[in-house]
């Protein structure tokens, strides 16, 4: 199962967080790095702090955007330093590694850390099904990143480990959730057709393509559910441009 | 209850990892921190590492010897990387932060990490009522030891926040859900534009409408989505009609 977590830094300052955070995955059964936009990397002090775990720096896949490394993900969930207000679900780190159990039996799952002094952008976290918050001290919230690394792989190896842990049984269809690459194709063609449809003002967009995107991230939609609503974008595409097919 | 727990290291080699340890106690509330014999302290990499946590630092008690630092404690407990043979309680790091909340609330209580290479001395695992070990991953056992302070301080931090804690209640935008019956207009003038975009065949709706149905009860909309969607409906009616208002 452990295999099926991927952990995502994204624009990573400070090399040897890079390094302490692929020792503090691989202490805990997980292998599976990417890095987007790495600020300074391949470098000597991630190597240095990685200590026995440079193999996972050796098979890190680096990426030019954050697509590229949630590409065939089914559940992705941001770490969350503050408690922001957006609208999907906050997570303790117990329960995220509890539902990151389930997610993980049928397909892949990210865990994305952001920037260590500004942490995920907007436009990262609308990425996201759910944050997760590691609750620290009101008074010192200052946690390191590979530490927060350190203490969500903790709470994913426990969870693997768990063996009194039962999954739910399923309920409803058993048609596949989209992959995140699946649903990103879909916002692109919503946010296209909205133009064609003069709904949507590419000069100012507001908060339009955004609302949307959390409206949807909430539903998880499943591959089914992407067809008919492209068919239907499709439609109104075609309506638009005076019925021609 | 933090304020019962001290955490003691014991004649630790790199400053870096005790200033990463104040770091870690400090973002879970803890605060008491006992330095026994360490190699190089105080240390400016400990200072740098510490980061907001050099409060931590400059109230640490560095003592000669064990007995000093466990002098008062009620209940002992050492960190164990190897699953030793010895014959007291050996803990996972949940059910140890959970005796640790009971026990400190009668008395202080001490976490004890040894070297990063060698660990604790049977004399001084002698000294403890119970083991606590992280179940690392048994390829790769290698944690670091501020790493393993963050893991315990973390646990520590749960128990104490237990049924407690909840996500603030403010998280989320603070638009009301749709209630019922305009989330059935919603499908209605759903059903009227997929009609007009010859998308939905009345004579052979199949199960569409129930698929979408499915889709956005999943969602529970709010007020301002239903608004954004029946505005995009229009759009598309607007749009079938040839531009006609």
Known sequence: MLDNIRIVLVNTS????IGASAR?????GLAQLYLVQPRDYPNAEATARASGADDLLARAVVCDDLDSALAGCRWVVGA???LRTIAVPLLLPRDCAGQARQECEQGEV????GREQSGLSNEELDRCHALVHIPTDAAYGSLNLAMA???LAYELRMAHLDDDWQPPPEIG???????VDEVERFYAHLEQALTELEFLDPANPRQ?????RRLFNRVRLDRNEVNILRGILSAAQQAKGGGRP
């Open 173 to 179: 269809e058993h048609t596949p959730l989209a992959e």
């Open 24 to 28: 503090a995955m691989k202490t805990m």
């Open 208 to 212: 339009l393509m955004r609302r949307l």
């Open 14 to 17: 400070h090399p040897g967080n």
């Open 110 to 113: 990210a865990l994305l850390f």
């Open 80 to 82: 969350s330093a503050r």
């Open 149 to 151: 690394v350190q203490v």
